[in-house]
């Protein structure tokens, strides 16, 4: 229990909090760009554009089929050899961007499948182009099944976050082990607080998915 | 690499098999544990519902390596040893147990109610209804989500490495360590992952164009 | 690329910035700690690595600390991150096929940690079947408990505390690394002891990469001289000086 | 023992009352259509029945259990009582054959070999042997419909219920379901309510015919009544006007 | 020039052929009615004209394009040739008033100030402006219809096809739907091809009637040789006789 009250400092609390800061920021910017970038690349894939949508769908099931831990490795100490050197905050941002973009691609391009054919009939013969079709009708309508597949992806995506360790990010897994680094005896309570942080952060994430579940519903 | 692939086969090869020995179990058990809380969380009965609620939001909101640990360094104290391969794959069956549930209850939603009210008409029970008639067309919706998850399963398995599982993140770091040539092990244990993720994945597709 | 960053003189590019860049651990007590409080990386290596970067380029030479995991060393160290390394680092054949090592900075020796009164005593109580010792990723103890004790299995885990940890869970009999972190944790735990003695020579060296000679050499040189000015002896008793029960007066230079 | 009694029954969805006070009883071996405009009712009234719709208030017995009664198990009355829905609710995942075998083999254990005795002359009775092993996918509307009937059969239920069985069919193939749904009609131990716009079918077959609206049962009548005098409630006689002059 | 030509043409599904060898000419403000037993390749034809579907062999000339050529534009066509569907294939995220004018706003440019006007004139006209706001799912089967009909004229089409557009209704709901139709047809400038069984309307604004069976085109006459003589195909007769008979 003194363990727990010890470790329990302000002073690791607000280191704590302040590898939360991290873990949310780059949370924030890999979910924004890889919602874009995975949205392009799903809809890429499904409108089977010759060649071009095979490619892309092999370059996808490669990535997302790689361990993330691996993804941010090579961003951070691979890319140097290529001309590029990332700083350990941009490696992160751009290694998770760079995966959840694929799988966010595989989910969107089975949201869009599962929309009934008949949409797009309607639009078609109503004039509208195919990629009009796609974007105006069948998305919007993709999106909204997707939801839950996607707020899953996101919450992975927060607790991947932490995998950057390996780089020496300094998001909330990194500080916990530096909190603990201190006295070997903190890091059950340590635990047990970044099962809390995680969750809060996750939860508010499961929560707003409900939210935008019921209101397109 | 290459001669990473040489000299350590051994260690990479049982780091393989361990990997692919727990992706293999907890996919199993994930798989039907998610799938049960999947129809708490639909059923009728108020109870049932925010149990299988509970269930999910917890475990899928908090980390792996959190769960992992629990079974490895707290039950230990109070219930019984575990190793760390066992603790490890325990932690990832609850784990991805909750992202299956999630899953699974979007499909079991999307099946026509009017399949439910068939099954139910004829004479099933609940349970038989869920088991015979909504699970199987659920499962047929949702196969490239769950691919996903499955992917996810089998690269989450690295969370062994933390408990000493000997898998193949462990190997890796492992040789990593006594070798120092960092980049070649990681391209390799990458391809050695590709190796059990990539024909996971064509299988999905695969079952997803056949059941179409 | 590669080639240019091995072809570049480390030892001039640092003399010309006035600045060395060292890759040093941040969550290892004694050697180098993050202390919270002010972000800063602290411990012996961390002032032994002052103390050379200021013999090596004077008074106002800057010392840049990078903080560094087992599998992110080598890889920045290759892409010129860092140029060398002070990370609790022990020299062996295998890993010198990869980088260069300077002479060793610090002699640490491989011991064990156990619950107190537990029935071993010494690393050979360990060699037998079933028995299984603790260590920590990126040391070098595993090949060592090979030498002492065949028989035993070894887990390897991520940091100390998770060792340390899992050795309250009862999932070692043993926790095995080198012997100066093994007492930091007895201090902070005393339910367990040091038991034995160090086992072996753990050699600590500093790594550059392949081909720097001269940056070696001046390391070296400047490793000589700190040690001969008593400079080394008073860090080392600055960081082991209160550990109970390490005799850091053998390890005087 | 009549097969089912309404006596006094009230249904909400949340605050919207959907039966309002029906009495209503209907004896083995009779043959009832309702009838009534869309949202009158007639579903809610047909489900109630199946305990796929809890009721509220009232005493709802089908077949001698209580449905109003908590402790009354549904599917103790399900197995006794057959549905036939609008959009037929085959087992997507199953084919024809497993379709109609399904439910007698895990719900009363019927032996394998009986039961797939029964089950191919249910087939042959609705014309559909050479289907046995297709899709229900695979099959037309009307197709569907009449292995939805044999489904129900299989289970050799005192009582059907049909849910406008017709209404989501092609034009010509609606007769084929019409056709089976008369030779059970015919079989005079069976009971049947029928939710159906299918005159001809009331004319041929029907015992009764009541006409719902507004959650209410306007008229009640005797075939002959309905057909031969005028239904005496006005509405009844409005409907009746609309759906047989567009036909 | 007439509005639609087909000729010889052959359509394939994979190695099944669906159209066999069609020839048709519609002139610009004919009403034709189509009509044959389930898969005898109506929705096919009626698809193909609206570019769909793929022709295989042949020439269809639709508003003076070939749609054989590969290099035509489907959507050329589609501009001008409006198509409902059975299941009406609303836009399901889009009010009615937004399915409406999404088109006209896009394709046609046309500007919202118009665009509004003639979208509620239309809505006017099939008897749903009050329902400009709802959404597709909150109506019934009858209104969808209605508002995909308007969807359709909001277009301005010279052309209108429709693909069996009251089978998916309840009774009750069919009327509305025809009535708009036959206020349409009776706009001598419009071209209607209409696959249905509702003979009713074919007496009462069809210029023709075209049989279909198993991919081809048994009878095409005009009205009055077909309801006033008897067709002269023995099918065409067997499968007319059937759907009458039943209603
Ligand atoms: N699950 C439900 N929740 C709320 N209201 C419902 C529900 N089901 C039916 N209703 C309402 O109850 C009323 C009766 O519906 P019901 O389906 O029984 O009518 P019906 O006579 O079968 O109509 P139809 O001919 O269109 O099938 C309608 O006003 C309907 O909107
Ligand atoms: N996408 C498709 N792939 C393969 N075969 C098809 C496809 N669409 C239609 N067919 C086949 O082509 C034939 C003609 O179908 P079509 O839908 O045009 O008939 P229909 O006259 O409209 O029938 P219905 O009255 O049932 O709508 C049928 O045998 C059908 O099974
Ligand atoms: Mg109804
Ligand atoms: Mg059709």
């Known amino acids: 229990m003194q363990n727990f009250i010890d470790a329990y400092s302000w002073i690791n609390i607000r280191y704590l909090l302040q590898g939360l800061r991290v873990t949310v920021e780059v949370s924030v910017a890999s979910i924004i760009l890889s919602y874009i970038f995975g949205t392009i690349l799903g809809i890429i894939r499904y409108a089977k554009i010759k060649y071009f949508s095979a490619i892309i769908g092999f370059v996808i099931d490669l990535i997302r089929n790689l361990p993330l831990l691996l993804i941010i490795f090579f961003t951070y100490f691979g890319l140097p050899n290529l001309g590029f050197k990332p700083a350990i905050l941009e490696a992160a941002i751009l290694a998770m961007t760079v995966f959840e973009s694929m799988m966010i691609a595989e989910i969107v391009r089975s949201g869009i499948v599962s929309i009934d054919s008949g949409q797009m009939e309607g639009a078609l013969s109503n004039g509208l182009t195919y990629w009009q079709g796609l974007r105006i009708i069948l998305l919007p309508q993709a999106m909204k099944n997707m939801i839950p597949a996607l707020v899953s992806q996101f919450i992975s995506l927060v607790k991947d976050t932490s995998l950057a360790t390996i780089i020496v990010l300094p998001e909330m897994m990194y500080h916990a082990q530096i909190i603990y680094g201190q006295n070997s005896n903190y890091i059950i309570p340590m635990f047990v607080a970044l099962a809390v942080l995680y969750f809060v952060v996750c939860y508010a994430l499961s929560l707003l998915s409900r939210y935008l579940d019921r209101r397109l519903a | 690499m290459i001669h990473i692939f040489a000299t350590q086969w051994q260690s990479l090869l049982y780091g393989l098999g361990q990997t692919l020995l727990c992706s293999i179990i907890a996919l199993f058990f994930s798989l039907i544990i998610g799938s049960l809380f999947a129809i708490f969380e639909i059923m009728p009965n108020k109870l049932m519902r925010v149990i299988g609620r509970i269930y999910v939001e917890v475990f899928r909101n908090i980390p792996l390596l959190v769960i992992t640990m629990f079974f490895f360094v707290v039950l230990p104290l109070y219930v019984a040893k575990i190793n760390g391969f066992t603790a490890g794959t325990i ?52 196969i490239p989500p769950l691919g996903n998850q499955f992917i996810n399963l089998v690269k989450n398995s690295s969370v062994l490495a933390f408990v000493a599982g000997f898998d193949l993140m462990y190997e890796g770091n492992m040789i990593a360590n006594d070798t120092l040539q960092t980049m070649p092990t990681y391209f390799a244990i990458g391809i050695l992952y590709l190796i059990i993720t990539m024909p996971l994945s064509y299988y999905m597709r695969h079952l997803e164009k056949k059941l179409a | 690329t590669k080639t240019a960053l091995s072809d570049q003189d480390v030892l001039q590019t640092d003399v010309k910035d006035n600045t060395i860049t060292w890759g040093v651990k941040a969550d290892t007590k004694l050697f180098g700690l993050m202390d919270i409080k002010d972000s800063k990386v602290k411990g012996f290596e961390i002032d032994l690595a002052k103390a050379m970067t200021k013999e090596i380029l004077g008074k106002n030479g800057k010392a840049v600390f990078v903080p560094v995991t087992s599998q992110t060393r080598v ?179 | 023992m009549s097969m089912i009694e309404f006596h006094d029954v009230q249904k909400y969805y949340g605050d919207f009352q959907a039966l309002k006070n029906i ?28 305990g796929l719709e809890p009721i509220q208030d009232g005493k709802l017995i089908v077949d001698g259990y209580d449905l109003a009664d908590k402790k009354t198990d549904p599917n103790k009355i399900r197995k006794n009582v057959g549905m036939v829905f609008q959009h037929f609710n085959l087992y997507a995942n199953k084919t024809v054959l497993q379709n109609i075998m399904l439910a007698p083999k895990i719900v009363l254990k019927r032996p394998d070999k009986e039961n797939q005795e029964l089950a191919m002359s249910l087939l042959e009775k609705v014309g559909l042997a050479s289907k046995a092993n297709s899709y229900p996918r695979q099959l037309s509307g009307g197709q569907q419909q009449r292995i939805a009937i044999a489904r129900s059969l299989a289970m050799r239920p005192k009582c059907l219920l049909f849910d406008e069985p017709t209404s989501a069919l092609d034009p010509e193939m609606i007769d084929d379901v019409l056709n089976v749904m008369k030779d059970i009609a015919r079989d005079s131990s069976m009971t049947m309510l029928v939710v159906t716009h299918e005159m001809g079918f009331a004319r041929e077959v029907g015992d009764r015919v009541i006409f719902m609206d507004d959650g209410q049962i306007l008229e009640d009548d005797t075939k002959e009544q309905f057909f031969d005098g005028e239904p005496t409630n006005e509405r009844a006689r409005q409907f009746l006007s609309k759906i047989i002059v567009h036909k």
């Not at chain 2, 009210?117 to 499962?139: C, D, H, K, T, V």
């Not at chain 3, 010792?133 to 990126?138: C, I, P």
């Not at chain 3, 007895?186 to 600590?204: A, D, H, K, R």
């Not at chain 3, 000015?229 to 109970?244: I, M």
């Open chain 2, 91 to 142: 932690g990832l069956t609850i784990y991805t147990s909750a992202f299956i549930a999630e899953t699974v209850r979007s499909g079991i939603q999307s099946v026509d109610d009017g399949q439910m009210e068939g099954a139910l008409s004829n004479g099933l029970s609940f349970w038989q209804s869920m088991r015979y008639i909504i699970l199987p067309q659920a499962f047929k919706i949702v």
């Open chain 3, 75 to 253: 890889p920045l160290l290759r892409n010129g991150n860092i140029d060398a390394i002070m990370a609790t680092m022990t020299i062996n054949p295998e890993r010198a096929k990869q980088v260069d090592f300077t002479k060793s900075y610090f002699d640490a020796g491989q011991a064990i940690l156990v619950k107190k009164g537990s029935p071993i005593h010494s690393v050979k109580d360990l060699n037998k079947k079933g028995a299984i010792v603790l260590g920590v990723t990126g040391s070098n103890s595993v090949q060592n408990i090979g030498k002492f004790a065949p028989k035993a299995k070894v887990l390897q885990l991520s940091d100390y505390a998770q060792a340390l940890t899992a050795l309250k869970s009862g999932q070692g009999d043993a926790l095995t690394t080198d012997n100066g972190i093994l007492y930091g944790m007895s201090v902070e735990n005393p339910n367990y002891v040091v038991v034995g003695g160090s086992f072996t020579n753990e050699p600590y060296g500093i790594a550059v990469n392949k081909g720097q000679t001269k940056f070696k050499n001046r390391l070296n040189k400047a490793l000589t001289k700190v040690e001969k000015d008593g400079t080394y002896n008073k860090l080392l008793d600055k960081w082991f000086g209160h550990v109970k029960g390490f005799n850091y007066e053998e390890m005087k230079r």
């Open chain 4, 23 to 50: 009495n209503l009883t209907v004896e083995a071996g009779e043959t009832a259509v309702v009838i009534g405009p869309s949202g009158s009712g007639k579903s809610t009234l047909i489900r109630t029945i199946n």
